[in-house]
């Protein structure tokens, strides 16, 4: 497994005791998740034994409440070590995140439903926080249907997240601030699981779409979307002072760090023995590789470093600083995004035709990298929103 360091000889500060901690953690079930990596790949879903020594490893709770069954990570150290278990296996760390963004709403649910769902349940808790459904209101609840996409992980998961709309005779309710948004949660057993997931990328996440016919869903089994906009209300079983929105780049951004850092501890071991057709000397000879290698090298030396720093604006200031930290972090996922593209992309091209083998590790870097940036976190929809907030305007997801 890749140490803290990610395979570069450039200076980087040292892990933290508790970072340190994790990095053993993962060195201890690494020898699992290489060996089914392959598998993975191919039969487009996590094998249960990594899945098995995920569990017993801690990682799928290391972002919820000690209170709900967690281990209440600090933001930092979440983020490396999504970043060293995207050096492993992409599709392993992606899933991994969705748990970190979804662990989130355990702070927001009723105390008895966050332990419900995070401490009694071993298994996952995946789903779709896009509103593709429908939430009716009846008494005591909602009555929930609809069909949600990217369920990252629900080979292996004991509930849903459902984000809906909440309707009125089967019409959206709108309010001052747009429509009403409701996340009601229901046990895996209530949904159909459907199989959609064909891609170019991350083919091992297992990223189905999933469909529930009408169902009745208690209201303390639901949050609203107006709630996940700002930080969870204070109470002692609070994990982390931060609105579900601002957390969430933080469990898909490193997950680009570690992918482009696999990229180049990759293409570095093959430039030191490759000759090029009609060459005389390796790769890692040539000048020009040399030069190209230390740009990319840079691009994800400080992808890494602004990600670390927002993670610690987060944590310093997740329920104070409005608008001004959201920009920030919006524009370090929409950065790191493009830093990590660019520098997979160097290596990519030179390393040739070499690359092009599904054998390739790059192979793999070059589709992951180009399927993780797709979400929504690391849209470079973020520079234009950004740009109007910095220029006096309102700061929106999107026009």
Not at 165 to 174: A, E, M, Q, R, W
Not at 278 to 285: P, R, V, W
Request: hydrophobic letters at 40%; glycine letters at 8%.
């Amino acid at each position: 497994m890749s140490d803290a360091s990610a395979g570069t000889r450039l200076h980087k500060p040292p892990p933290t005791t508790e970072q340190k901690a994790w990095l053993a953690r993962l060195a201890q079930i690494s020898p699992v998740i290489e060996e089914h990596s392959d598998r993975a790949e191919h039969e487009r879903r996590m094998p249960a034994r990594v899945f098995e020594a995920l569990r017993n490893s801690g990682v799928p709770r290391m972002w919820v409440s000690k209170d709900f069954g967690g281990e209440q990570v600090s933001i930092e150290t979440g983020v490396v070590v999504l970043e060293a278990l995207a050096r492993l296996d992409a599709s392993v760390a992606w899933q991994m995140g969705v748990q970190g963004a979804i662990g989130r709403l355990s702070d927001y649910l009723p105390e008895d439903s966050a332990r419900e769902l995070f401490k009694n349940n071993t298994q996952l808790v995946v789903g779709g926080v896009k509103p593709f459904g429908q939430a009716e209101p009846v008494d005591g609840g909602y009555i929930l249907q609809g069909e949600w996409s990217f369920a990252s992980g629900i080979a292996h998961a004991g509930w849903l997240a459902c984000m809906a709309f909440l309707t009125v005779d089967g019409k959206p309710v709108i309010d001052a601030d747009g429509p009403d948004i409701r996340v009601p949660f229901i046990p895996i057993s209530k949904a159909e699981q459907l199989d959609t997931w064909y891609t170019i990328g991350l083919r091992g996440t297992g990223s189905n779409n999933y469909r529930v016919a009408p169902t009745f869903v208690p209201a303390e089994l639901t949050i609203t979307k107006a709630q996940m906009q700002h930080a969870p209300a204070e109470r002692l079983s609070r994990a982390y002072a931060i609105s579900y929105y601002n957390f969430g780049p933080f469990t898909v951004a490193p997950i680009a760090v570690g992918i482009a850092q696999d990229a180049l501890s990759s293409f570095k071991a093959m430039a030191g023995k490759k000759v090029p057709a009609s060459g005389k000397t390796t790769l890692a000879a040539s000048h020009t590789v040399q030069e190209k290698l230390g740009r990319a090298e840079m691009l994800v030396y400080s992808a890494h470093l602004l990600l670390m720093e927002a993670a610690r604006q987060a944590t310093l200031f997740g329920e104070t600083g409005s608008d001004s930290l959201a920009a920030l972090i919006r524009l370090t996922g929409a950065t790191v995004a493009e830093k990590t593209i660019e520098a997979v992309n160097i290596v990519y091209e030179l390393a040739g035709s070499s690359s092009i083998y599904t054998t390739s590790r790059l192979d793999r870097c070059f589709r992951d990298i180009h399927s993780a940036t797709k979400h929504i976190a690391l849209s470079s929809s973020h520079f234009e929103m950004a740009g109007q907030y910095l220029l006096g305007g309102e700061l929106q997801m999107r026009r």
